[in-house]
Protein backbone atom coordinates (compact mmCIF):
# COMPACT_ATOMS: atom_id res chain seq x y z
CA UNK A 1 0.00 0.00 0.00
CA UNK A 2 1.09 3.90 -0.36
CA UNK A 3 2.64 5.58 1.53
CA UNK A 4 0.13 7.50 4.31
CA UNK A 5 -0.56 11.31 3.21
CA UNK A 6 -2.86 11.87 6.24
CA UNK A 7 -3.74 10.37 9.46
CA UNK A 8 -5.40 6.53 8.28
CA UNK A 9 -6.14 2.95 10.23
CA UNK A 10 -5.39 0.29 7.60
CA UNK A 11 -7.50 -2.92 8.32
CA UNK A 12 -5.31 -5.80 6.78
CA UNK A 13 -8.26 -8.73 5.78
CA UNK A 14 -5.54 -10.89 5.42
CA UNK A 15 -4.63 -10.18 8.62
CA UNK A 16 -7.69 -11.28 10.14
CA UNK A 17 -8.31 -14.48 7.60
CA UNK A 18 -5.03 -15.48 8.82
CA UNK A 19 -5.78 -15.09 12.48
CA UNK A 20 -9.69 -16.39 12.24
CA UNK A 21 -7.56 -19.79 10.69
CA UNK A 22 -5.05 -20.21 13.38
CA UNK A 23 -8.13 -20.00 16.06
CA UNK A 24 -9.72 -22.51 14.42
CA UNK A 25 -6.51 -25.02 14.11
CA UNK A 26 -6.73 -24.44 17.54
CA UNK A 27 -10.47 -26.14 18.17
CA UNK A 28 -12.68 -28.97 17.69
CA UNK A 29 -14.03 -29.26 14.28
CA UNK A 30 -17.71 -28.93 15.52
CA UNK A 31 -16.91 -26.32 17.48
CA UNK A 32 -18.75 -22.81 16.75
CA UNK A 33 -16.82 -19.38 16.46
CA UNK A 34 -18.64 -16.14 17.95
CA UNK A 35 -16.79 -13.63 16.62
CA UNK A 36 -16.37 -10.17 18.52
CA UNK A 37 -17.03 -7.27 17.34
CA UNK A 38 -18.17 -4.65 20.08
CA UNK A 39 -16.46 -1.28 20.18
CA UNK A 40 -16.43 -0.74 16.38
CA UNK A 41 -14.40 -4.08 16.02
CA UNK A 42 -12.17 -3.32 18.44
CA UNK A 43 -11.18 0.25 17.45
CA UNK A 44 -10.91 -0.98 13.36
CA UNK A 45 -14.04 -1.12 11.51
CA UNK A 46 -16.80 -3.50 12.60
CA UNK A 47 -18.91 -3.37 9.48
CA UNK A 48 -15.80 -4.32 7.57
CA UNK A 49 -14.38 -6.96 10.24
CA UNK A 50 -17.78 -8.43 10.04
CA UNK A 51 -18.82 -8.37 6.34
CA UNK A 52 -15.23 -10.30 5.89
CA UNK A 53 -15.67 -12.62 8.64
CA UNK A 54 -19.13 -13.33 7.70
CA UNK A 55 -17.82 -14.45 4.28
CA UNK A 56 -15.56 -16.89 5.80
CA UNK A 57 -18.90 -18.66 7.38
CA UNK A 58 -18.40 -17.49 11.45
CA UNK A 59 -21.55 -18.79 12.82
CA UNK A 60 -22.14 -15.89 15.32
CA UNK A 61 -21.01 -11.89 16.14
CA UNK A 62 -21.13 -10.65 19.56
CA UNK A 63 -21.34 -6.77 20.54
CA UNK A 64 -22.50 -4.89 23.96
CA UNK A 65 -24.92 -2.96 23.03
CA UNK A 66 -27.91 -2.94 20.50
CA UNK A 67 -26.97 0.16 18.85
CA UNK A 68 -23.90 -1.86 17.35
CA UNK A 69 -26.09 -4.67 16.20
CA UNK A 70 -28.08 -2.34 14.25
CA UNK A 71 -25.66 -0.89 12.67
CA UNK A 72 -24.53 -4.38 11.01
CA UNK A 73 -27.78 -4.97 10.12
CA UNK A 74 -28.16 -2.32 8.35
CA UNK A 75 -24.82 -2.66 6.68
CA UNK A 76 -26.99 -6.01 5.22
CA UNK A 77 -25.21 -8.18 7.58
CA UNK A 78 -27.40 -11.93 8.10
CA UNK A 79 -25.55 -13.90 10.84
CA UNK A 80 -27.23 -13.88 14.28
CA UNK A 81 -25.40 -11.03 16.61
CA UNK A 82 -25.64 -11.64 20.44
CA UNK A 83 -25.87 -8.46 22.41
CA UNK A 84 -24.40 -9.05 25.43
CA UNK A 85 -25.25 -5.92 27.52
CA UNK A 86 -29.07 -5.01 26.29
CA UNK A 87 -30.86 -2.68 28.27
CA UNK A 88 -34.51 -3.10 28.03
CA UNK A 89 -35.15 0.50 26.66
CA UNK A 90 -34.32 -1.07 23.87
CA UNK A 91 -35.81 -4.49 23.25
CA UNK A 92 -38.44 -2.48 20.90
CA UNK A 93 -35.15 -2.22 18.60
CA UNK A 94 -33.55 -5.15 19.26
CA UNK A 95 -36.69 -7.21 18.38
CA UNK A 96 -37.01 -4.85 15.15
CA UNK A 97 -33.63 -5.81 13.57
CA UNK A 98 -33.26 -9.81 14.42
CA UNK A 99 -30.83 -9.36 17.43
CA UNK A 100 -30.58 -11.79 20.63
CA UNK A 101 -29.95 -10.51 23.69
CA UNK A 102 -28.40 -11.62 26.19
CA UNK A 103 -31.23 -11.70 29.50
CA UNK A 104 -28.33 -11.30 32.91
CA UNK A 105 -30.76 -10.97 35.37
CA UNK A 106 -34.44 -11.35 36.76
CA UNK A 107 -35.26 -8.04 35.99
CA UNK A 108 -34.16 -7.65 32.15
CA UNK A 109 -35.57 -11.37 31.66
CA UNK A 110 -39.07 -10.16 32.91
CA UNK A 111 -38.84 -6.91 30.81
CA UNK A 112 -37.68 -8.88 27.63
CA UNK A 113 -40.72 -11.61 28.42
CA UNK A 114 -43.39 -9.14 28.39
CA UNK A 115 -42.41 -7.68 25.52
CA UNK A 116 -42.46 -10.49 23.65
CA UNK A 117 -45.54 -11.21 24.90
CA UNK A 118 -47.02 -8.03 23.74
CA UNK A 119 -45.85 -8.39 20.73
CA UNK A 120 -46.69 -11.79 20.29
CA UNK A 121 -43.42 -13.16 19.21
CA UNK A 122 -42.74 -17.01 18.53
CA UNK A 123 -39.60 -18.77 19.70
CA UNK A 124 -37.38 -15.67 19.91
CA UNK A 125 -33.82 -16.65 20.45
CA UNK A 126 -32.66 -15.46 23.98
CA UNK A 127 -28.70 -16.15 25.58
CA UNK A 128 -28.90 -16.64 29.19
CA UNK A 129 -25.54 -15.40 30.84
CA UNK A 130 -24.17 -17.12 34.35
CA UNK A 131 -22.09 -15.68 36.80
CA UNK A 132 -19.09 -17.77 37.34
CA UNK A 133 -17.26 -15.69 39.07
CA UNK A 134 -15.84 -12.39 37.33
CA UNK A 135 -18.88 -10.59 39.13
CA UNK A 136 -20.40 -8.55 36.64
CA UNK A 137 -23.54 -9.68 34.75
CA UNK A 138 -25.44 -12.94 34.76
CA UNK A 139 -27.49 -15.31 37.40
CA UNK A 140 -26.08 -17.91 39.54
CA UNK A 141 -26.79 -21.20 40.40
CA UNK A 142 -29.43 -21.13 42.24
CA UNK A 143 -31.30 -19.73 39.74
CA UNK A 144 -31.87 -21.96 37.46
CA UNK A 145 -35.19 -22.99 38.69
CA UNK A 146 -36.89 -19.52 38.47
CA UNK A 147 -35.45 -19.51 35.30
CA UNK A 148 -36.97 -22.42 34.28
CA UNK A 149 -40.16 -21.39 35.44
CA UNK A 150 -40.42 -18.12 33.62
CA UNK A 151 -39.79 -19.95 30.37
CA UNK A 152 -42.24 -22.64 31.05
CA UNK A 153 -44.83 -19.86 30.60
CA UNK A 154 -43.19 -18.04 27.62
CA UNK A 155 -43.34 -19.82 24.49
CA UNK A 156 -42.71 -16.50 22.92
CA UNK A 157 -38.93 -17.33 23.28
CA UNK A 158 -36.52 -20.18 22.85
CA UNK A 159 -33.05 -20.53 24.74
CA UNK A 160 -30.44 -20.53 21.87
CA UNK A 161 -27.76 -20.59 24.70
CA UNK A 162 -26.55 -20.55 27.97
CA UNK A 163 -22.69 -18.66 28.62
CA UNK A 164 -20.86 -17.70 31.37
CA UNK A 165 -17.32 -15.42 31.22
CA UNK A 166 -13.25 -16.30 32.23
CA UNK A 167 -11.93 -13.73 34.61
CA UNK A 168 -8.47 -14.51 34.37
CA UNK A 169 -7.92 -17.20 31.45
CA UNK A 170 -4.48 -15.52 30.03
CA UNK A 171 -2.55 -15.59 33.92
CA UNK A 172 -1.10 -18.70 34.70
CA UNK A 173 -1.10 -17.95 38.48
CA UNK A 174 -5.17 -18.17 38.15
CA UNK A 175 -5.22 -21.43 37.25
CA UNK A 176 -6.94 -23.14 39.81
CA UNK A 177 -9.71 -20.66 39.94
CA UNK A 178 -10.19 -20.28 35.95
CA UNK A 179 -10.65 -24.25 36.15
CA UNK A 180 -13.29 -24.02 39.11
CA UNK A 181 -14.80 -21.30 36.80
CA UNK A 182 -14.90 -24.24 33.84
CA UNK A 183 -16.22 -26.97 36.47
CA UNK A 184 -18.82 -24.28 38.11
CA UNK A 185 -20.38 -23.81 34.46
CA UNK A 186 -20.50 -27.29 33.47
CA UNK A 187 -22.25 -27.93 36.14
CA UNK A 188 -24.61 -25.40 35.44
CA UNK A 189 -25.17 -26.28 31.98
CA UNK A 190 -25.94 -29.59 33.40
CA UNK A 191 -28.68 -28.85 35.00
CA UNK A 192 -29.70 -26.31 33.02
CA UNK A 193 -29.75 -28.59 29.99
CA UNK A 194 -32.24 -31.42 31.89
CA UNK A 195 -34.35 -28.54 33.28
CA UNK A 196 -34.86 -27.15 29.64
CA UNK A 197 -35.47 -30.46 28.03
CA UNK A 198 -34.32 -28.90 24.54
CA UNK A 199 -30.33 -28.39 23.14
CA UNK A 200 -29.03 -25.49 23.47
CA UNK A 201 -25.51 -23.92 22.91
CA UNK A 202 -22.85 -23.82 25.84
CA UNK A 203 -19.91 -21.16 25.57
CA UNK A 204 -17.54 -19.76 27.91
CA UNK A 205 -13.86 -19.62 26.25
CA UNK A 206 -13.08 -16.41 24.94
CA UNK A 207 -9.49 -15.87 23.27
CA UNK A 208 -7.46 -17.17 26.00
CA UNK A 209 -9.70 -19.61 26.86
CA UNK A 210 -9.34 -21.22 23.84
CA UNK A 211 -5.50 -21.28 23.98
CA UNK A 212 -5.30 -22.07 27.41
CA UNK A 213 -7.94 -24.42 28.40
CA UNK A 214 -8.92 -26.73 25.18
CA UNK A 215 -11.38 -28.03 27.75
CA UNK A 216 -13.62 -25.44 27.98
CA UNK A 217 -14.10 -25.02 24.22
CA UNK A 218 -17.92 -26.81 24.83
CA UNK A 219 -20.08 -25.69 21.32
CA UNK A 220 -19.02 -22.53 20.74
CA UNK A 221 -16.09 -20.13 21.60
CA UNK A 222 -16.04 -16.25 21.72
CA UNK A 223 -13.01 -15.23 20.09
CA UNK A 224 -12.12 -10.98 20.04
CA UNK A 225 -8.81 -9.49 21.00
CA UNK A 226 -7.29 -12.93 19.03
CA UNK A 227 -8.99 -11.73 15.72
CA UNK A 228 -7.14 -8.48 15.81
CA UNK A 229 -3.57 -9.77 16.21
CA UNK A 230 -3.67 -10.35 20.28
CA UNK A 231 -2.82 -13.81 22.67
CA UNK A 232 -2.09 -12.17 25.36
CA UNK A 233 1.15 -14.30 25.97
CA UNK A 234 4.22 -13.49 23.70
CA UNK A 235 4.51 -16.66 22.31
CA UNK A 236 1.21 -17.51 20.90
CA UNK A 237 0.85 -13.71 19.72
CA UNK A 238 3.67 -14.67 17.76
CA UNK A 239 1.45 -17.06 15.78
CA UNK A 240 -0.77 -14.29 14.49
CA UNK A 241 -1.20 -11.20 12.63
CA UNK A 242 -1.57 -7.54 13.47
CA UNK A 243 -5.07 -6.85 11.84
CA UNK A 244 -4.63 -2.54 12.14
CA UNK A 245 -1.73 -0.69 11.17
CA UNK A 246 -2.31 3.32 12.70
CA UNK A 247 -0.03 5.78 10.46
CA UNK A 248 0.06 9.26 9.64
CA UNK A 249 2.39 12.39 8.08
CA UNK A 250 4.60 14.89 8.85
CA UNK A 251 2.61 18.26 8.84
CA UNK A 252 5.85 20.63 9.50
CA UNK A 253 9.37 20.66 10.43
CA UNK A 254 10.53 23.16 13.22
CA UNK A 255 13.95 24.00 14.56
CA UNK A 256 13.35 24.91 18.19
CA UNK A 257 16.42 27.26 19.75
CA UNK A 258 18.04 26.48 23.14
CA UNK A 259 15.81 27.99 25.72
CA UNK A 260 12.39 28.13 23.42
CA UNK A 261 9.37 25.77 24.03
CA UNK A 262 6.74 23.62 22.63
CA UNK A 263 3.38 23.27 22.61
CA UNK A 264 1.12 24.19 25.59
CA UNK A 265 2.09 24.93 29.04
CA UNK A 266 5.23 25.16 27.35
CA UNK A 267 5.57 21.73 28.97
CA UNK A 268 8.47 20.87 26.22
CA UNK A 269 11.50 23.63 26.58
CA UNK A 270 14.40 23.01 24.66
CA UNK A 271 18.38 22.99 26.32
CA UNK A 272 19.93 22.96 22.92
CA UNK A 273 18.84 23.34 19.05
CA UNK A 274 16.17 20.81 18.46
CA UNK A 275 14.17 19.66 15.63
CA UNK A 276 10.69 18.54 16.17
CA UNK A 277 8.09 17.28 13.43
CA UNK A 278 4.42 18.31 14.09
CA UNK A 279 1.84 15.02 13.34
CA UNK A 280 -2.20 15.97 12.37
CA UNK A 281 -3.17 13.49 15.49
CA UNK A 282 -3.72 13.87 19.21
CA UNK A 283 -5.81 13.03 21.90
CA UNK A 284 -9.31 13.31 20.24
CA UNK A 285 -8.08 10.58 17.63
CA UNK A 286 -7.06 8.36 20.59
CA UNK A 287 -3.45 9.68 21.37
CA UNK A 288 -3.87 9.85 25.08
CA UNK A 289 -2.13 12.92 26.72
CA UNK A 290 -0.50 10.42 29.28
CA UNK A 291 1.85 9.80 26.62
CA UNK A 292 3.13 13.41 26.59
CA UNK A 293 6.54 14.16 27.37
CA UNK A 294 8.88 11.45 26.02
CA UNK A 295 6.19 9.23 27.68
CA UNK A 296 4.99 7.84 24.26
CA UNK A 297 6.75 8.15 20.51
CA UNK A 298 6.04 7.55 17.01
CA UNK A 299 8.39 5.90 14.16
CA UNK A 300 10.09 7.96 11.50
CA UNK A 301 12.16 6.32 9.15
CA UNK A 302 12.24 2.91 10.77
CA UNK A 303 13.41 5.07 14.49
CA UNK A 304 11.69 5.96 16.89
CA UNK A 305 10.96 9.78 17.90
CA UNK A 306 9.43 11.03 21.07
CA UNK A 307 6.85 12.80 22.10
CA UNK A 308 7.91 16.35 22.93
CA UNK A 309 5.73 17.94 24.90
CA UNK A 310 1.73 17.54 25.84
CA UNK A 311 -0.26 15.81 23.42
CA UNK A 312 -3.08 18.95 21.93
CA UNK A 313 -6.27 17.88 20.57
CA UNK A 314 -5.81 17.28 16.76
CA UNK A 315 -1.56 17.05 16.92
CA UNK A 316 1.20 16.14 18.65
CA UNK A 317 5.18 16.97 18.21
CA UNK A 318 8.11 14.77 18.68
CA UNK A 319 11.94 15.15 18.43
CA UNK A 320 13.32 14.20 15.38
CA UNK A 321 16.36 16.07 16.08
CA UNK A 322 18.68 12.56 14.89
CA UNK A 323 16.55 11.68 12.08
CA UNK A 324 16.86 12.74 8.01
CA UNK A 325 12.99 13.07 7.59
CA UNK A 326 11.03 15.69 5.80
CA UNK A 327 7.34 17.51 5.95
CA UNK A 328 5.38 14.65 4.23
CA UNK A 329 7.18 11.71 5.51
CA UNK A 330 4.92 9.03 6.25
CA UNK A 331 4.58 8.69 10.40
CA UNK A 332 3.87 5.09 12.27
CA UNK A 333 1.95 5.03 15.14
CA UNK A 334 1.50 1.44 15.43
CA UNK A 335 1.78 -1.50 12.70
CA UNK A 336 2.65 -4.08 15.25
CA UNK A 337 1.67 -5.86 18.80
CA UNK A 338 5.03 -4.97 20.22
CA UNK A 339 4.89 -1.82 19.57
CA UNK A 340 0.92 -1.22 21.20
CA UNK A 341 1.85 -3.88 23.97
CA UNK A 342 4.86 -1.38 24.58
CA UNK A 343 2.92 1.64 24.30
CA UNK A 344 0.38 0.31 26.77
CA UNK A 345 2.71 -0.62 29.27
CA UNK A 346 4.83 3.02 29.46
CA UNK A 347 1.00 4.61 29.79
CA UNK A 348 0.15 1.31 32.65
CA UNK A 349 -3.01 0.29 30.95
CA UNK A 350 -3.12 -2.93 28.26
CA UNK A 351 -3.16 -3.45 24.21
CA UNK A 352 -7.10 -3.59 24.25
CA UNK A 353 -7.38 0.01 25.37
CA UNK A 354 -4.85 1.57 22.97
CA UNK A 355 -6.79 0.01 20.14
CA UNK A 356 -9.91 0.76 21.08
CA UNK A 357 -9.00 4.49 21.74
CA UNK A 358 -8.50 5.00 17.70
CA UNK A 359 -11.57 7.58 17.36
CA UNK A 360 -13.90 7.47 14.66
CA UNK A 361 -13.06 10.60 12.87
CA UNK A 362 -9.50 8.92 11.76
CA UNK A 363 -10.08 7.49 8.35
CA UNK A 364 -10.04 3.80 7.79
CA UNK A 365 -8.62 2.08 4.59
CA UNK A 366 -8.90 -1.92 3.75
CA UNK A 367 -6.13 -3.14 2.42
Known sequence: MSKAQETVLEIDLNALKHNLEFIKSKIKKNTKILAVVKA???????????????????????????????????????????VLHPQPVNFELLIENCLEPNLYNGRVLKAFLEIAKEKKLKDY??????????????????????IINALSDSPQV???????????????????????QIKSFTDIANIFKEKIGYKILLHQSNTSGVLNYPKAQFDMVRCGIGLYGFGNDPKLTKN??????????????????????VGYNRAYKSSE?????????????????????????VTVKGKKAPIVGNVCMDM????????????????II??????????????NTISYEILTSVSQRVKRIVK
Do not use: W
Open 40 to 82: FGYGSDSIQIAKYLESLSVNYFAVAYAKEGIALRESGIKTPIL
Open 125 to 146: PIHIKFNTGLNRLGFRTGDIDF
Open 158 to 180: IVKSIFSHLAASEDKKEKEFTNE
Open 240 to 261: LKMVVSLKSVISQINLIEPNES
Open 273 to 297: LTKTATIPIGHADGIHRAFGNGKGY
Open 316 to 331: LMVNVTNINCEEGDEV
Open 334 to 347: FNNQHTVNDLAQRI
